[in-house]
Each structure stands twice: as structure tokens, then as C-alpha cells.
């Protein structure tokens, strides 16, 4: 392995152990400094000492090749920049040569938001049993039972406390009081923990899925299996994956007949915008969703069209 190949595999190793990444943000860094260290060999670089700045610059004008959205591109550098950085506090380089590297700008765009209708429909999608004939059913249709009381329960977990999609399968059963405090305990990016109220739509839900959905997901268990803390199962009595919670919200957006794409976010998303518009400070929502900076919550105090023409007519002296 080269010199730059074991640099990085030391600032993974940094990351992920001491700073306590999440495995998805070091998945990420460890794609975009692959990619760098490819690109920097094709150069005749094995070694990040022999990297200079017209060497990062022309790495940056390489990716407005690549067709990365300019997203994607800022994420790229700013992973370089993280690598650099490490090198030069651990000694391994004499200076940081990609500091003036800038990224490039990306557009603003805002974020994909339900309606609160919208997300009452999504949330009414999953049929879920009349509790009368929940208990009579056979092996099959109970276990579908279980499985829309767990998703009903995901989905109003979700848009009840603005969840990233890794926090809300990576809940567990002490993560949550539903029956006392209301709140449940996520950890968020870096490990950071917080806490978050949930509200009493979200709480019935999580008590019926507790309650008739759960034991029959929670049967398949291995005994002494640690996803017997885990708050969601799969049919397997596995803690649910990302990507399954993600088809659950692709699936519930269809039978709704949501006319986009929804992804997790649009969630959180949605928690955040409707929360905003109901009153609540910023301050309060970037501490409900966890955000390190206040000026990532603000893209969600846009305006939207409705309200802009609302205001419009009721405020100006000649729109009327």
C-alpha cells in the first residue's frame, strides 16, 4: 500500500474511532479520498507530502467533468480538506495545501415539504387492523397486522420528532417514555444524543405496535439476540434497516397518491417546515433536529407561494 494509502486509511480509522463518526459519513469520506488517491496516481502521486496546491485546483476542475452535482462536488472537497488537515496536525505533511481550495457554489434549493394533509394521508395509507379481528387472524394476516402497526408507528415516529432515518432505526426500546415524559432519546450524527418530545398521535401508534405488533415481529428473535432492544423489527425479528424504512415511505407515498418521489427527509423535512410555520423559533428546531449550526436550519423559514399571494392580499392597500 502507498504512502497516501495508509495516511487515509489512518484518518478513517481517526473518524470512525476517536471522533465517532457514524458508519454512513465514514462510508462517504472513504469513497470521495479513494477517488482522490486514484486520481492523484493517474498523476504519478502516491504521497500526500508531494501534493501541491495547482494539484488540488486541478483535481476541483476534474470533477466539473465528472456530471457530480455541485453537491456532491463540495462534499468531494471538503473531504480532501479533512484529510489534509489530519495530515498536518498528526506531521505528516509541513503544510496544508488544499486550504484555498474553495468548492464549487450550489445553488440554493429548497427542501421537499409535505403538506400537513399530505402527511395525513401518507400516515392513513398503512391499513392497519380493526383490533377486534387483529386477535383472530391466521399466522399470515397477523403478521401482516404486525407489520402495518409497524409502520404506522414508523411513519408518525418520524414526522413527530423529525428523525433522520439512521436515528430512527437505530432507536431502542429505552430510547423512548410514552407513557410518562413523552420523549424520545436519538443519537445523532457524531454520537451526540438528544432529546425530543413525542407527540400523542405518534404515541398511540407506538403503544398498539408495542402492544399486538411487536411480539409477533419480536418471536423470530434468536434468544439473547442484542435486536431484542431495537424498537423496530423486520419480518425477521431484525432491527430494520434504512433501506427498508425507505421503501415504507416510497410505498405509503404511493398509496397515497403523492405525485413525487419521497425519500426519509422529506420527513424531517416536513417536521421542521411545519413547525416553523406554526410558530416555533429557529433556535428551538435546530435543537429538536440535532443541527450544529443554526444556518442549516434556516433554509426551512422559506415562504412558500400559498402564503406569499395570502399575504400579498391581505396586506397591500391595492391588491384587493
Not at 24 to 49: F, K, P
Not at 79 to 94: C, D, E, K, N, P
Not at 108 to 132: A, K, Y
Not at 135 to 154: E, F, K, Q
Amino acid at each position: 500500500m502507498s504512502a497516501l494509502g495508509r495516511l487515509i486509511m489512518r484518518f478513517l480509522s481517526y473518524i470512525d474511532v476517536e471522533r465517532g463518526l457514524s458508519a454512513a459519513t465514514v462510508t462517504a469520506y472513504r469513497s470521495d479520498l479513494e477517488r482522490y488517491a486514484r486520481w492523484l496516481h493517474g498523476q504519478g502521486i502516491d504521497d500526500l507530502c508531494a501534493v501541491t496546491k495547482d494539484d488540488v485546483e486541478r483535481f476541483v476542475a476534474s470533477l466539473d467533468e465528472s456530471g457530480d452535482s455541485a453537491r456532491s462536488k463540495a462534499r468531494r472537497l471538503a473531504s480532501i480538506h479533512m484529510l489534509h488537515r489530519f495530515a498536518l496536525s498528526s506531521g505528516a505533511v509541513q503544510a496544508d495545501v488544499s486550504a484555498r481550495a474553495t468548492a464549487p457554489k450550489s445553488p440554493q434549493t429548497l427542501p421537499d415539504v409535505l403538506t400537513i394533509d399530505e402527511v395525513r394521508r401518507l400516515i392513513e395509507s398503512v391499513p392497519i387492523p380493526d383490533e377486534r379481528d387483529a386477535g383472530n387472524a391466521d399466522a399470515d394476516l397477523a403478521m401482516s397486522a404486525a407489520v402495518a402497526l409497524r409502520d404506522r408507528a414508523i411513519l408518525e415516529f418520524m414526522y413527530a420528532t423529525g428523525a433522520r432515518v439512521s436515528e430512527t432505526v437505530g432507536t431502542n426500546l429505552d430510547d423512548i417514555d410514552i407513557d410518562d415524559a413523552h420523549v424520545a432519546r436519538l443519537m445523532g450524527k457524531g454520537g451526540k444524543q438528544r432529546l425530543v418530545p413525542i407527540g400523542s398521535y405518534a404515541c398511540a401508534a407506538l403503544r398498539r405496535y408495542l402492544r399486538e405488533g411487536r411480539p409477533m415481529l419480536e418471536r423470530r428473535v434468536r434468544s439473547g439476540s442484542p435486536e431484542r432492544r431495537a424498537l423496530f423489527l423486520n419480518k425477521r425479528g431484525a432491527r430494520l434497516s434504512r433501506q427498508s424504512a425507505w421503501e415504507i415511505i416510497r410505498l405509503a407515498g404511493q398509496r397515497a397518491r403523492i405525485d413525487r418521489p419521497l425519500h426519509p427527509h422529506t420527513l424531517r423535512h416536513s417536521f421542521a417546515t411545519h413547525l416553523i410555520q406554526g410558530g416555533a423559533d429557529v433556535r428551538t428546531v435546530q435543537e429538536l433536529l440535532g443541527h450544529a449550526s443554526v444556518t442549516t436550519t434556516q433554509i426551512y423559514t422559506h415562504v412558500s407561494p400559498e402564503r406569499l399571494i395570502e399575504a400579498y392580499v391581505l396586506a397591500h392597500p391595492r391588491a384587493r
